[in-house]
Structure formats: C-alpha cells, structure tokens
C-alpha cells in the first residue's frame, strides 16, 4: 500500500494530469452531447399532413426489445389447450423494386409460414410458431428473438398447446412427427389465437460508405403458402378463418387468405423478428467520445513512466524500491484507477444527459435493460483504465513518450475508427477489432446478431465481431503481455 500511495503522491502532484484526467471525462460528456444535440426524428401520417417530431411507433416484444410484427394471419380463437396440424405446399413469392416494379420471383431466404398460436393480434404480443422458410428448413420461433432449426424438406406442420407450453413438430409425411421444440409462454391468455400465418421480409441492398453505414431498402416482397390437410383438435371458435393482416403489411390489392373448400392459401408481408435495422438510436451512441478519452488515457499512461526516465527520477525510485515489479505495479494500479474514475463519471452524466436530449429530439431508443447499462457504464471505464495500463507498460518497454503514444493510438484508437467509420471494407474491419486492442471497445455494444434475420452485421452499423466481454478480454491480453514484458525489461534493463 505504502508503494500505491507513493505513486498516487506522485500523480496528482502533477497539475496538468489532474487537469488531463477531468478534460478525458468531459471529454465524453461534450461528444455525447453533441451526438444527441445532433440527432433528430420527425416523420409524417401521411402526404400533406403536418410534421410530427418523434419516431412512428415501434412495436415492442414481451422483452421490451424493438421488433417487426407484420403478418397475414388466419385465425381462429382456441379455448385452452388444443392443436393445429396442416400440410403446406411450397413457398412462392412475388417481390418489388423501390420504385414498386415488379422484379423476380425468388423467395426470399427468410421468408415464412406455417402455424403460429399468439396471445392476441397486437403488434409485440406473445407467440410461438412452426414454419416453413425459404431457404432455412423448417423453423420453431417465439417472442421474435427465439430460434430453434428443424429439419429441411418437411412439408407438415403440426401445433400443440397444453397450458403455457407450446411444442412444435415437423413430419416429412404426415405419419412420422420429429418435435422441434418445446417452448414456454408467460403471458398467454386462456383464449388465444391461432391459426396460418404467411410473411415474407422487404428485399434490401446494403451499402456501406466512408463515414458511416447506409442501407438502401429495396421494395416489398410477398410470400404465399397453401395449407391443405388442415386438422384441430380442442375448443376452437367459429368455423371459418379469419383474416387479419397483423401490422397492416398488406396494401389490399390481393385478397390475403383465400378459402377453397379445405384448401387455404395465405399471402403476406413483412417479418415476425427483432428489428436490428430500423431507425433507433442504441445507448452506446452517446459514448462515442470513449475514443477521445481513450486517447488523453494513453497519453497519460504513458506520461506517468517516461517523465520519470526524462528527468531520471527513475534511478531514485527504484533505488528507494529495489522490487522493480512491485514499483510497476503499483504504478498500474494508480494510471488505471485514475482511468477508470474519470471513465466511469464521464459514462454516468453521458448517458441520462444525452438520452433525454435524444428522447426530446424525438429519437426512438432501443430498450437496454439496467444489467446492460451498467455494463456499458462500467465497461466504459473498465477500457479506459486497461488502455491506460498498456500505454504504460508501452511506456517502460520504449522509454520514449511520442513513439509509445503513438504505438497507443495506433493499437487502440484508429483500428476502432477506421472500423467504425467504415473507412475500410466490412471484412478488414471486423478483422482489425478481433485482432487489436480496438476489439476492448465491443463492451459497449448492445445491438445484437440473430440468426433468423438477414442483415450486414458489420462494425459500420455498429455489430462488432466479439461478444462484449470476448472483445474486452482482448483487450486485457494485450495489456497482461505488454505489462509482462516491461516487468521483465525494467528487471534486466539499467534505469
């Protein structure tokens, strides 16, 4: 401890670093502030309606997460516990240019139907669902981010409720049934409805540009899907289908369920998934000033070693403190406490601050539970302290402050912009953030990759390539090895 204090004596004995550390927090406080200040929604009802500041509503699933819930749902009320059996013919699908022309006909990889019981036909409300897709097999999916994969080339689908559970089958021939999955749903009602659904997502084009991510969405697609062989067993209400268009995907043009004695084919548009590629804004957003930050860390990190070779305090404090471990050490634990405070405050004003200027502004935010928060708040700082330790490891291995600063920046702050700002091509850049330290910076992500959804999970529309913690155990490697190394040097190297 006595080594700690001494270091700590140390630091704040140095004006300009105690300045350096309080303009590193305000730092991401200004570039929040800016980002939120920056950032406005508006949209309108309709043509020659007036403008509306604010987002068009967002439909949300039972986590609170943004979702898409557009479908053609053909329903029925099913009283308690009950199932659903029916044979589908394959997909179809019509799909549309962004000038509405029609284009071809291939259906789309995640285009779906197939058999799906639900708490109601609200946008966001409880389901489980059996499917067929386009180019996936058969699928079991609930509550929009819930994937289980079935087999390829089943063609019958079969439902089953008992209470909360909800168990899917597949059957290549209608006689030999493999379950899928087993699901439980909180949450739904006694009467719920099922029946056929059919969905098909809009076709998009991706583009990525120096500066940031675009996305250029091509036109509507449309899936069709005939059910015959349909069989239930329970209490079901009324005896005929009835047609709802969930989300109103459907223009009217074409009747979207059409009835031929046993036969039903069922038409519709949209997704049923999480909604990765809408016009939300995640909470990460406002802590962009994190590499700024990062910057004045390192600068700091290296600082507080090669000052002390400049003006040959070295000599002293080592000569005072034989145990050259002990002496890096401690100076580890002081640059990354130091780090860590001034990261951890400027995380807590950024992001109440900047949310509400952003919810003012009309700007939809994507729900972030409090665990996630805090880990965006505390993994903020957690990079800052860490980045602080490498510089000063950098620091003792080079002994010189421009070449290891700059040896900081290029490890950690430019991988992270060049990635970012899709500068570079969607592949280098999610190379760079596994490989560098940049990779720290994923702590912060809480956009999510799904499976069931097709989208260009790349860096420029803010997915990183590690899990938050994977990226930010790079990080720490890289710290453990350079801090390794400048033991081992300051050990055998002359002061």
Same mark, same amino acid.
């Given at each position: 401890?006595?080594?700690?204090?001494?270091?700590?004596?140390?630091?704040?004995?140095?004006?300009?670093?105690?300045?350096?550390?309080?303009?590193?927090?305000?730092?991401?406080?200004?570039?929040?502030?800016?980002?939120?200040?920056?950032?406005?929604?508006?949209?309108?009802?309709?043509?020659?309606?007036?403008?509306?500041?604010?987002?068009?509503?967002?439909?949300?699933?039972?986590?609170?997460?943004?979702?898409?819930?557009?479908?053609?749902?053909?329903?029925?009320?099913?009283?308690?516990?009950?199932?659903?059996?029916?044979?589908?013919?394959?997909?179809?699908?019509?799909?549309?240019?962004?000038?509405?022309?029609?284009?071809?006909?291939?259906?789309?990889?995640?285009?779906?139907?197939?058999?799906?019981?639900?708490?109601?036909?609200?946008?966001?409300?409880?389901?489980?669902?059996?499917?067929?897709?386009?180019?996936?097999?058969?699928?079991?999916?609930?509550?929009?981010?819930?994937?289980?994969?079935?087999?390829?080339?089943?063609?019958?689908?079969?439902?089953?409720?008992?209470?909360?559970?909800?168990?899917?089958?597949?059957?290549?021939?209608?006689?030999?049934?493999?379950?899928?999955?087993?699901?439980?749903?909180?949450?739904?009602?006694?009467?719920?409805?099922?029946?056929?659904?059919?969905?098909?997502?809009?076709?998009?084009?991706?583009?990525?540009?120096?500066?940031?991510?675009?996305?250029?969405?091509?036109?509507?697609?449309?899936?069709?899907?005939?059910?015959?062989?349909?069989?239930?067993?329970?209490?079901?209400?009324?005896?005929?289908?009835?047609?709802?268009?969930?989300?109103?995907?459907?223009?009217?043009?074409?009747?979207?369920?059409?009835?031929?004695?046993?036969?039903?084919?069922?038409?519709?548009?949209?997704?049923?998934?999480?909604?990765?590629?809408?016009?939300?804004?995640?909470?990460? +957003?406002?802590?962009? #000033? !994190?590499? *700024?930050?990062?910057? &004045?860390? =390192? @600068? $700091?990190?290296?600082?507080?070693? %090669?000052?002390?070779?400049?003006?040959?305090?070295?000599?002293?404090?080592?000569?005072?403190?034989?145990?050259?471990?002990?002496?890096?050490?401690?100076?580890?634990?002081?640059?990354?406490?130091?780090?860590?405070?001034?990261?951890?405050?400027?995380?807590?004003?950024?992001?109440?601050?900047?949310?509400?200027?952003?919810?003012?502004?009309?700007?939809?935010?994507?729900?972030?539970?409090?665990?996630?928060?805090? +880990?965006?708040?505390? #993994? !903020?700082? *957690?990079?800052?302290? &860490?980045? =602080? @330790? $490498?510089?000063?490891?950098?620091? %003792?291995?080079?002994?010189?402050?421009?070449?290891?600063?700059?040896?900081?920046?290029?490890?950690?702050?430019?991988?992270?912009?060049?990635?970012?700002?899709?500068?570079?091509?969607?592949?280098?850049?999610?190379?760079?953030?596994?490989?560098?330290?940049?990779?720290?910076?994923?702590?912060?992500?809480?956009?999510?990759?799904?499976?069931?959804?097709?989208?260009?999970?790349?860096?420029?529309?803010?997915?990183?390539?590690?899990?938050?913690?994977?990226?930010?155990?790079?990080?720490?490697?890289?710290?453990?090895?350079?801090?390794?190394?400048?033991?081992?040097?300051?050990?055998?190297?002359?002061?």
């Amino acid at each position: 401890m006595s080594l700690i204090r001494a270091e700590w004596t140390k630091f704040r004995s140095v004006r300009g670093w105690l300045i350096a550390t309080t303009v590193g927090a305000l730092l991401i406080v200004l570039f929040g502030w800016l980002t939120a200040t920056g950032s406005r929604s508006s949209y309108q009802e309709g043509p020659g309606q007036p403008e509306i500041i604010g987002h068009p509503p967002v439909p949300t699933g039972p986590g609170g997460e943004a979702v898409k819930d557009q479908f053609t749902f053909a329903h029925r009320t099913l009283n308690g516990d009950g199932t659903i059996t029916a044979h589908l013919s394959p997909l179809t699908a019509s799909t549309e240019g962004p000038d509405g022309d029609p284009r071809d006909n291939d259906v789309p990889a995640w285009a779906k139907a197939g058999l799906i019981i639900k708490a109601d036909t609200t946008q966001g409300s409880t389901y489980a669902a059996i499917m067929v897709t386009g180019a996936h097999g058969v699928r079991m999916q609930h509550n929009f981010t819930e994937d289980i994969a079935g087999p390829t080339g089943a063609r019958w689908l079969r439902l089953t409720r008992s209470g909360k559970t909800i168990t899917g089958y597949a059957s290549a021939d209608g006689t030999t049934w493999a379950k899928i999955g087993e699901v439980q749903l909180s949450g739904l009602p006694a009467d719920a409805q099922a029946g056929l659904f059919a969905t098909s997502p809009a076709t998009a084009t991706v583009t990525q540009h120096l500066g940031g991510g675009g996305m250029s969405t091509g036109g509507r697609s449309t899936a069709t899907a005939t059910f015959d062989s349909i069989a239930t067993e329970g209490v079901w209400a009324g005896a005929a289908w009835q047609a709802t268009s969930v989300g109103d995907p459907m223009d009217g043009s074409t009747p979207a369920v059409q009835q031929s004695g046993s036969t039903v084919t069922v038409s519709g548009s949209g997704d049923i998934a999480p909604d990765v590629a809408g016009a939300g804004v995640g909470i990460e +957003r406002v802590l962009i #000033g !994190t590499f *700024a930050a990062a910057t &004045v860390v =390192a @600068v $700091l990190g290296v600082l507080f070693i %090669t000052t002390e070779y400049r003006r040959g305090m070295i000599r002293t404090t080592l000569a005072a403190r034989p145990r050259r471990g002990r002496v890096l050490a401690a100076k580890a634990v002081v640059i990354g406490g130091v780090a860590f405070v001034a990261g951890a405050l400027g995380a807590l004003v950024t992001l109440p601050v900047s949310l509400s200027i952003l919810r003012e502004n009309g700007n939809y935010i994507y729900h972030a539970s409090t665990a996630t928060q805090a +880990r965006i708040v505390l #993994g !903020t700082a *957690a990079v800052l302290a &860490v980045t =602080a @330790v $490498l510089a000063l490891a950098i620091g %003792t291995i080079v002994r010189r402050s421009a070449v290891a600063v700059a040896t900081v920046v290029l490890l950690v702050v430019l991988p992270y912009l060049l990635a970012s700002a899709a500068v570079l091509p969607a592949g280098p850049s999610q190379w760079l953030l596994r490989l560098t330290p940049a990779a720290g910076m994923a702590i912060q992500q809480t956009a999510l990759e799904y499976a069931q959804v097709d989208f260009a999970y790349s860096p420029a529309f803010g997915f990183f390539p590690l899990s938050p913690w994977g990226g930010f155990a790079v990080l720490c490697a890289y710290a453990v090895a350079a801090l390794g190394l400048a033991a081992w040097l300051l050990r055998r190297r002359d002061a």
